[in-house]
């Protein structure tokens, strides 16, 4: 049986229950180090199949999650292996440090369709039956892929694209070499190469180290603030960033810009995205205001909309009333501490979104702000996106298996093995960090079309 993989199985939403599913030889293994019950008695490993027991997951000392966990032994399972369900209560957070947890005691995060892999492996279903289940989720999965990437920081794609042209470089280069040896010299290429692995592997420790902090994903409720100049945009900004809460970064983004702060607002964290940089442009300032504001308003979580009420509404108002009818958005009427010329009922009007009087020079109304928020975000009108985390995991493990095929290769070197034995973990780690930003391509028929599903199926 092969080892033990885990995943979140169900959509992760604040709606609270989700399924945490691991498949493998030690599935009950794993659990009963996790797994606690009432009396702290029974042992998962002991239980009869199919069969389903009340408690908790604990890692260590720490309880994570009251549970119910489901035994169900191959091959009348799923994957037709050992399978362990364990049903959270806790939420998107306690499902998440409920996977991470099985991590933790041996599991190892699923690929994208292993299960539904194994199962077909297993000779559980057959590939046309597999075929159908691709239909039905792939355009979800397309489009989680095309998210997380689009999650990673820019600086992190850069690296991951230096990193991997240095390797096709040498791999292109050992490859010719081979090919024609009568032109291409390759006595001594190995001393060459290992002098720059050390460099490389470096880069892949640091990478390694940042997805540990959390540090290589945009993480957070995408938070845009828009409005026209002078709203009052980065008062409001400086403002939520300024008071004592924590600011877990602070780095310019992809577009220079273009800012970006994360701060954490009663344990919520929201990526602010500040687009207050344009008003330096300023003759045609309002309207590259108003396009710009467009184009990160489109992919944000949720918009906050900072209104200057000392003057009338304009058309740029109107053109950004346009764009928030169908978004997730605040209103925030700004510098209440003046003569006010815009009131919340013209806004509630034109706009079915919550409006909050604030004065961002008063420093009032920010409590009533962070209110809304708080409860838009505990009521599941706001989320951010689920496959961050999950993404960050299978991020890791890409590193690792990136490090370890460099390791490889400096090894194969100093034993002094053909250019072409070390050529292949050079394209390991090539297809490795490739996984990473969406550019790697399954090695046969069944891994490409297996990995065409969502983790957990
Ligand atoms: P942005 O262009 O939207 O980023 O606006 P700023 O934050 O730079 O603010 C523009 C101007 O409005 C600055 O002079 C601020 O001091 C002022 N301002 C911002 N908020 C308030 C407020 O609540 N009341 C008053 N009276 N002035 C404000």
Redesign the pocket.
């Known amino acids: 049986m092969a080892d033990t993989i885990a995943a979140i199985a169900t959509a992760m939403s604040t709606s609270g229950i989700g399924i945490v599913r691991l498949s493998g030889e030690d599935a009950r293994e794993i659990v009963s180090k996790v797994y606690r019950s009432r009396s702290g008695k029974k042992d998962i490993r002991e239980v009869r199949s199919h069969t389903i027991h009340y408690g908790f997951i604990c890692d260590g000392e720490e309880t994570i999650d009251e549970v119910l966990v489901m035994v169900m032994d191959g091959p009348s399972s799923y994957t037709a292996e050992n399978t362990v369900e364990i049903d959270c209560h806790g939420g998107v957070l306690a499902m998440k440090r409920v996977l991470e947890t099985v991590i933790k005691y041996g599991a190892r995060p699923a690929e994208p369709g292993e299960f539904t892999k194994r199962a077909f492996l297993n000779g559980r279903i057959d590939l046309s039956q597999a075929e159908a289940v691709i239909d039905v989720i792939s355009a979800k999965s397309e489009y989680a892929l095309k998210s997380s990437v689009s999650q990673l920081k820019g600086a992190v794609l850069k690296i991951i694209k230096e990193i991997r042209e240095k390797i096709i470089y040498h791999i292109a280069y050992i490859e010719s070499a081979l090919d024609d040896p009568e032109h291409i010299a390759i006595d001594g290429y190995g001393e060459e190469l290992m002098k720059e692995l050390q460099p490389l592997k470096k880069q892949v420790e640091k990478l390694l180290q940042s997805s540990d902090e959390g540090k290589m994903m945009k993480e957070g409720i995408k938070t845009v ?1 828009v ?12 403002l939520l960033v300024g008071e004592e809460r924590a600011i877990v970064t602070d780095i310019a983004g992809t577009t220079r810009d273009i800012l970006e702060e994360t701060i954490i607002l009663h344990g919520i964290s929201l990526c602010m995205i ?1 687009t ?1 940089g344009i ?1 330096d442009t300023k003759d045609v300032v309002e309207q590259i205001g108003v396009g710009r504001a467009k184009k990160y308003a489109k992919d944000a979580d949720l918009i906050l909309y ?1 209104v ?1 009420s ?1 003057i009338p509404l304009d058309e740029n108002d109107d053109e950004i009333i346009g764009m928030l009818q169908d978004k997730k958005a605040i209103v925030l009427l ?5 003569s006010m010329k815009v009131s919340e009922k013209e806004l509630k009007k034109r706009l079915n979104q919550p409006v909050v009087e ?5 420093e ?1 109304g920010i409590d009533v702000l962070e209110q809304v928020i708080k409860d838009m975000f505990f009521q599941g009108e706001i989320s951010f996106n689920d496959e961050v985390y999950i993404t960050n995991v299978r991020h890791r493990t890409a590193l690792f298996e990136t490090m370890e095929s460099l390791t490889m290769v400096e090894q194969s070197i100093s034993m002094g093995m053909p250019e072409d034995f070390y050529s292949i973990d050079l394209m390991n780690a090539y297809e490795a960090l490739g996984s990473i930003i969406g550019e790697s391509v399954g090695e046969d028929l069944v891994n490409e079309i297996f990995s065409k599903f969502c983790t957990g199926k």
């Open positions: 603030i409005g026209k100049p002078n709203a009052g945009k980065s008062s409001l900004l400086n500040d207050a008003r900072v200057d000392s700004n510098k209440t501490d003046l604030i004065s961002a020079k008063e009032k």
